[in-house]
């Protein structure tokens, strides 16, 4: 097979007896370049695409150049895992993002997949370590994410789950993939394997690209994890050398272009995968383990508003969102603080039974409103402390909450429930991170 290749380069290839998976050597000029042979995603039937052994795919024209095959792909019956039965190990569910994007070698452009077999062949690798079943559930910008989605993407994870699968991929646009595995988390009370959403930092017509590592390291997690949780995968350090699996309630994009950008957030991360050879180092000892049926629940109501104080802010401001409003998570100062002409506002809101929440904008540490004047007063105008909980994994179980409550007394009890992990009642100096200069 030689999918994407037409014309005069095809039956060149075939004539070496050279199919997509082998491994080939390619020397053109003082150029010389060895990897594995990808399928062309290229209208230019003249260019070569290759898989370096960093990780990186190369698109090279093939004309001048001299080819020669190294080694052939495994046979497909020694190669391919043992299926479970069902349609694979590992479900693939794509929702867009830079992550399942593809490139025009000749153009440099960069456009989403668009069937499953494109997902597939973006990284033929992935099928020596799981079989594979991939589907596409949405073709969006992660920004254009809502909770009407999460509960869609909820449901062909249980689907995938109860069919089989050992593991979920979700493959999601970065901006607000915490979101969506904040979603996922608290929609299930018991899974029978991991959900792991993975995402590009760098679309994958540039050198640095770290789309095709993180995919191969999701799928090697989703196989091969002991946990059932929730988590995010991305880079684990700005060289290719392992990625980082972080609980999906504790973790928060960082840096708007770093392939590390996603960290853990007063939390240890959950696991270390280590690509290249395969294997899952699990970071923590207290994860949820596999259990034995999906139990789902991914109702949300939408009627919620994040509060980001800031010095001068008008209290009024939140009269015009009173009559469409349940709840509002607040990013106060600190330990937990607005000022002090909040408190009427709050009193009148949490009377009228409409959910008040009290998160910091320092991310990291937890709130403490009994330390201070204005924390007091807070508190008896019915805000309610969250803890260490980050601003947007409150603000999604606040959704999830009053889809499951019938009075603000009902809501703060589940908004206080340590459900999946949100609430780490531990910190400790290897929480904070530290910056070191010469």
Not at 128 to 140: K, N, P, Q, V
Not at 199 to 224: C, H, T, W
Not at 345 to 350: S, Y
Request: glycine fraction near 8%.
């Amino acid at each position: 097979m030689l999918e994407g290749y037409r014309g005069k380069l095809a039956s060149f290839l075939a004539s070496k007896g050279i199919e997509i998976g082998d491994r080939i050597r390619i020397k053109k000029d003082s150029l010389e370049v060895e990897g594995i042979l990808f399928p062309s995603f290229s209208r230019d039937e003249d260019i070569i695409v290759v898989k370096m052994d960093n990780g990186y795919n190369v698109g090279l024209k093939a004309t001048g150049a001299d080819l020669s095959l190294l080694s052939k792909r495994k046979a497909e019956d020694t190669r391919k895992p043992q299926s479970t039965g069902s349609k694979g190990e590992v479900k693939i569910i794509s929702t867009g993002g830079t992550i399942v994007s593809k490139v025009e070698y000749e153009t440099g452009a960069v456009r989403p997949a668009l069937s499953t077999d494109e997902i597939l062949e973006y990284l033929p690798q992935i099928k020596d370590i799981a079989d594979i079943d991939a589907e596409i559930l949405f073709t969006i910008l992660s920004e254009n994410m809502k909770p009407d989605y999460w509960t869609k993407i909820a449901e062909k994870v249980k689907e995938s789950l109860d069919k089989g699968a050992r593991g979920v991929v979700i493959a999601h646009g970065t901006d607000t993939m915490s979101y969506t595995a904040s979603a996922i988390a608290f929609s299930f009370s018991e899974m029978t394997g991991p959900v792991v959403l993975v995402g590009s930092q760098r679309s994958s017509d540039r050198p640095s690209s770290d789309s095709s590592i993180n995919l191969y390291s999701s799928v090697i997690l989703a196989k091969e994890s002991p946990f059932a949780e929730v988590a995010v995968l991305m880079h684990g350090e700005s060289s290719d050398t392992y990625t980082i699996a972080h609980r999906g309630v504790k973790v928060r994009k960082m840096h708007t272009s770093r392939r590390d950008a996603f960290q853990s957030i007063n939390d240890v991360p959950l696991a270390k995968v280590m690509w290249t050879e395969n294997t899952v180092k699990m970071l923590r000892k207290d994860f949820v383990p596999r259990g034995k049926e999906n139990r789902m629940d991914s109702k949300f109501d939408p009627r919620v508003f994040l509060l980001y104080y800031y010095p001068g802010m008008n209290p009024l401001i939140l009269e015009a969102i009173k009559d469409k409003t349940r709840g509002i998570v607040l990013a106060g100062t600190g330990l937990g603080h607005t000022s002090e002409e909040f408190e009427t506002v709050f009193r009148e809101f949490t009377k009228d039974g409409i959910f008040v929440g009290m998160t910091s904008q320092c991310l990291f540490g937890r709130v403490n409103m009994n330390v201070y004047t204005t924390g007091r007063k807070l508190l008896e105008a019915g805000v309610v402390p969250l803890g260490d909980m980050l601003p947007e994994t409150a603000l999604v179980k606040l959704m999830w909450s009053l889809a499951h409550a019938d009075d603000i007394e009902g809501v703060k009890k589940l908004m206080l429930t340590n459900m999946v992990g949100e609430f780490n009642d531990r910190h400790n100096e290897q929480l904070f991170p530290r910056w070191y200069y010469e």
